[in-house]
């Protein structure tokens, strides 16, 4: 079956880095665009970054463009979000996405697969 499944969260510094992974299993990864979105405490499901199928195309937030990348390995059928420069408000819980359809998307409603989530916190 379809999985996808998120790790590399945890307690951070503000100013610290992160790198989390979004293990998939279970469809074409490929073929799929895949993206990352968050959601913090009382508030909704938000758009972070997103990634064609080949790595060609990159979309990312303002709240975080220069602060994040988004990359992934076909082969290890995993994407990946490194996040620098982390700050209080990006504390939530980061999911992973794909995408059936080619094209770059901030759509939720768009993402046909989900992860769990992982949690992320910034704090001193």
């Known amino acids: 079956q379809v999985q996808l499944v998120e790790s590399g969260g945890g307690l951070v510094q503000p100013g610290g880095s992160l790198r989390l992974s979004c293990a998939a299993s279970?469809?074409?990864?490929?073929?799929?665009?895949m993206g990352w979105f968050r959601q913090a405490p009382g508030k909704e499901r938000g758009f972070v970054a997103a990634?064609?199928?080949?790595?060609?195309?990159?979309d990312y937030a303002d709240s975080v463009k220069g602060r994040f990348t988004i990359s992934r390995d076909n082969v290890k059928n995993t994407v990946y979000l490194q996040m620098n420069s982390l700050k209080p408000e990006d504390t939530a819980i980061y999911f992973c996405?794909?995408?059936?359809?080619?094209?770059?998307?901030?759509?939720?409603?768009?993402?046909?697969?989900w992860g769990q989530g992982t949690q992320v916190t910034v704090s001193s």
């Open positions: 990634i064609s199928r080949i790595s060609t195309s990159t």
């Open positions: 996405a794909a995408r059936g359809t080619w094209a770059l998307g901030r759509n939720a409603d768009d993402y046909n697969y």
């Open positions: 279970g469809f074409t990864f490929s073929n799929y665009y």
